[in-house]
């Protein structure tokens, strides 16, 4: 164990070296810790030098975590938040008894929502709070124990837990169509404004992906109108004012309540479009496992 301890490199490259695989960006961990990028990347060049092993891969401006950044990752994170938690304990500053929840904004106000009475049946005793967001959980500013987002985007140290699939599909306001009497093609959909989402980079699908995975051409007449975020895009939709992609979890009560309808029968399913995860720690709350068990059944 002593010859172990005189391997550790030293904590100024292991900060900066967590931060970024958390983060998946050099820059945003330089922003973090008040360093500068090129400090940042100098700090993990050595670290990749003393391991003798890639912990990123550089690409067009652009830092991809390996599979050897991500186990060393998650090892490092779970150790600087136990010592922090540690820390906090010695000072007299004990863990909140709150179980936190990790909801993108969408998920949380449309699907969890009207759920949420079911785990608080089933678990009466747990003190749940739930934080929603429309950034990746790799930008969370506070401890979560357990976090649900779209598959594909940023995740940083958070461990996998489980998916789950979805549908997606076209949805619009019944007045859009209501001079339509039958159930519209993909390329009809030209004749109205297609709304969307438009991130980068782009981690959920959008309506040129749609298109391509219902082996449709997307009409080169299209027209599309952006929103800087989802909600925005579907309330304009319930609105009128042109059609949306709608995810099957996050849309069913819209439909079901006739604020939002289906124009085309064509779908797509993707089954592990959403991703739950547990937090970065270790020292997880006591619940976790009773919170992840009722999102599986949910989900399933």
Not at 20 to 36: C, K, N
Not at 205 to 211: A, E, L, R, V
């Amino acid at each position: 164990m002593k010859n172990l301890r005189h391997s550790l490199p030293p904590l100024s490259r292991l900060k900066p070296f967590e931060a970024a695989v958390r983060l998946e960006s050099f820059s945003r961990a330089a922003d973090e810790l008040g360093m500068t990028q090129t400090a940042v990347s100098k700090q993990i060049a050595q670290l990749e030098q003393e391991l003798g092993t890639t912990l990123f891969e550089r690409r067009n401006r652009a830092v991809f975590v390996t599979n050897e950044g991500h186990r060393l990752g998650q090892v490092v994170s779970r150790a600087l938040t136990d010592i922090a938690e540690e820390m906090a304990l010695l000072r007299g500053v004990g863990r909140s008894e709150e179980l936190v929840l990790h909801c993108q904004l969408c998920e949380a106000f449309y699907w969890l929502m009207p759920r949420l009475a079911r785990f608080h049946e089933r678990h009466p005793g747990i003190e749940l709070r739930v934080v929603s967001s429309l950034n990746p959980i790799t930008e969370a500013n506070e401890h979560f124990d357990v976090a649900v987002q779209t598959t594909g985007r940023p995740s940083g140290t958070a461990r996998l837990a489980f998916t789950a699939s979805d549908d997606i599909f076209p949805v619009c306001a019944p007045k859009l169509l209501k001079a339509q009497k039958r159930i519209l093609k993909p390329r009809e959909l030209a004749a109205y404004p297609l709304l969307s989402h438009r991130v980068i980079p782009q981690d959920w699908m959008d309506w040129s992906g749609w298109f391509e995975a219902v082996e449709a051409k997307e009409p080169k007449r299209s027209r599309h109108v952006q929103f800087d975020s989802y909600p925005v895009a579907l309330q304009a939709a319930v609105a009128g004012q042109g059609v949306a992609l709608g995810w099957r979890r996050t849309t069913q009560t819209m439909i079901e309540e006739n604020k939002l309808i289906r124009p085309c029968k064509e779908f797509v399913t993707r089954p592990a479009e959403i991703s739950v995860y547990r937090g970065p720690t270790r020292a997880s709350h006591s619940d976790t496992g009773k919170l992840l068990s009722w999102l599986s059944d949910e989900l399933s």
